[in-house]
């Protein structure tokens, strides 16, 4: 998403940029004569970040964590900037309890090196990173995109990415990556564009490769120029820069919203309109997942100094809503296990994404769009995953909770719950959102041939002593059978049914009764 990664190629680009800083410089909300004559309400003033972010020195390209605590941004020609030239560095701040923000660091090597270094986006995790260019073993960059991750602390040296027939090393664009790490959304100039740089869209291969760029078509670019874009942290919101007519200015901010799967179907893009978008050129948004905020870069007369500032979002210019989810995980007595979140929508077991842990602590985050039933889990040598569900069909608006993951070890004795397993109310019959745990659990038989295990039910002491034994006896069952039409061969399990004799938590809260009501695995053997 950075053009002075290479100015030489800067000025092929037909859009109406003095220079490269200048194009920064004027990015958002110049004082103009729009802003004089129409002043914004209060509520959608600019913000200016602040002596903590701002320095003396020019900062670009800001790139907010979902979870808005994380502020990635470029300064330029700073004194503590690596290389001999001291060039455009990462720096990064935090916000503190108070709102207010840390005093900005380097982020040092190896993300920062001699030449042009920036970020193009941050996954829900907080410790996965797209950076610009490509990083080579000897300290030298060449265009492109990489990855890199927090590790023991630090971050990893950058993985080059390889996108199929986009010329690595040669086609200027800006990129932006969807919150589940399978999408790359770029900005191009090629034989199939419509008119000058259209918005092209990118999916990642089972060998970690990418597809070869596609024009995401004529619902969403124009005969102008479409540079810039940002995902947001639902996946489906996509907010965008174009000098297509109807702006204010040179160039404005337009959000559209993805219609299905193909990435080529959109809504009619809309431009965010004043004090959004000004007669200046009006770029480089990002958005965290509350969609409170959208930070920016922009000067104070259109050609000093950039510095960062940030502008409350009105509803409607917001991303759809999300349940931001964070919690730890951890093994059955504590302790901290380096794992790999892996979330899906329960409806049709589709995975949908996957984070890391922060190794150091243990920490996961993930963003998880309204409108569907989830499970996730985390993945760890030597362990069990312990799913966690949430159902976010009637999510109306942004939310976070806290949930730990625990760990099961693979182990005689063992006994594992089995959270992602559902019946209707006194029913034994599973319900089809149950498939990917139940799945999970077959596969895991099938890769442990001489694993036996017993399949327990249990319920509350809402109802008879004997109804309730019979029930959770044919619920077990029901897990066996659906095990056994997967291929796992019934000399392995034993189905028994304890009823309401075996309480993991008191019943007499609706939250004690739930976790009472559950099918759990034991093993016997591994």
Known sequence: MYHHAFPARRHTIALSMRSTLSAVALIVLLTLDVSAQNPAPAALQRENLGPAVNSPYDEVLPMIAPDGKTLFFVRKGHPENLGSEKKDDIWVSERLPDGSWSAARNIGSPLNTDGFNFVCAVLPDNNTLLLGNQYMKDGTQRQGLAMTNRVGGQWSFPTNIFIDRLGNLSELSEYTMSPDGRVLVMSLQRADSIGGRDLYVSFRKADGTWTQPENMGVGINSAEQDVTPFIAADGVTLYFSSNRPGGFGSNDVYMTRRQDYTWKNWSMPRNLGYPINTSGWDAYYTVPANGEYAYFVSTSDGFGKSDLFRIALPEDARPIPVMLVSGRVRGPKGGTIPARITYERLSDGTEIGSATTDPETGEYKIALPMGYEYGFHADADGFYPISQHLDLT??????????????????????????????????????DVSKPELERLARYLKEHPTTMITIDGHTDDVGGYEFNMQLSRRRASAVMNYLVGSGVSAVRMIARGFGKTRPVAPNDTDEGRQLNRRVEFTILQE
């Open 394 to 431: 009637d999510l109306s608006r942004f939310d976070e909770v806290q949930r730990d993951l625990v760990l099961a070890p693979l182990t005689a004795g063992s006994t594992i719950r089995l959270n992602n397993v559902f019946f209707d109310f006194n029913m034994d019959v599973l319900r």
